[in-house]
């Protein structure tokens, strides 16, 4: 328990650092603003809309953090990007960035945004394509189970849970490094998101819901304290 009250304690000041230092002083804390990615190419983006908010109403309940009640959502290639610390993208289908919006997703990533990805099922191909475009020469590599982000709030030794069966393969985490920060974090073939929606959305039983929530705040926490 030592552990996790540091990492929140890290989030706070992480937090208080990303907004003024007067409006921290002066009032609570505001809570960290949160987005949905909103790409082109066919894939259906906006799938499970309950699925980050109820995340976001368990790190509240489960941490303290101030998360955010509600999910916005921004374009690959809006400024607006840069209004969030933490970016979540989703789906089935095809994935398409213009070069523009690779620029701008590229020029968020440098900055400090952190992009969390998880394959609904269907986009790995044409995902993959596309992050080969973003930053020449470098690719997704699979984490470790001893890398943070399994041990960030919660513990995860043997890595990620399966959520969903999908084609049967293990789940399989994977990070996109930008001067060795970890600025993108791809999760393949466990579908924590599916986890997150509402109970009636896809019949997870309780525990798997749990371990997708769990993981799903180790992902954030780790996002905002890095």
Known sequence: MRLNAFVVAIAAIMLALFFTAEAAVQKP???FKCARLKY???GDWYNDPSAVPNLM????????IAAPAKEETVEAGSPN???YPFVFMTGHGN???SEAELDNLRKYLQAGGFIYVDDDYGMDKSFRREV???FTGMNLVELPYTHPIYTQFYKFPQGLPKVHEHDGK????????YNERLVMYYTVETNPSDGWANA???NDPPEKRDEAFRIGTNIVLYAITH
């Open 200 to 202: 009636d959305a896809h």
């Open 57 to 64: 109403d368990y790190i509240r309940r489960t941490t303290g």
């Open 132 to 134: 080969a475009r973003l």
């Open 95 to 97: 994935v398409k960035f």
């Open 40 to 42: 082109s190419g066919g």
């Open 170 to 177: 293990p789940p399989s985490g994977y990070g996109l490094y």
């Open 29 to 31: 804390l505001p809570a």
């Open 81 to 83: 990007i840069f209004q």
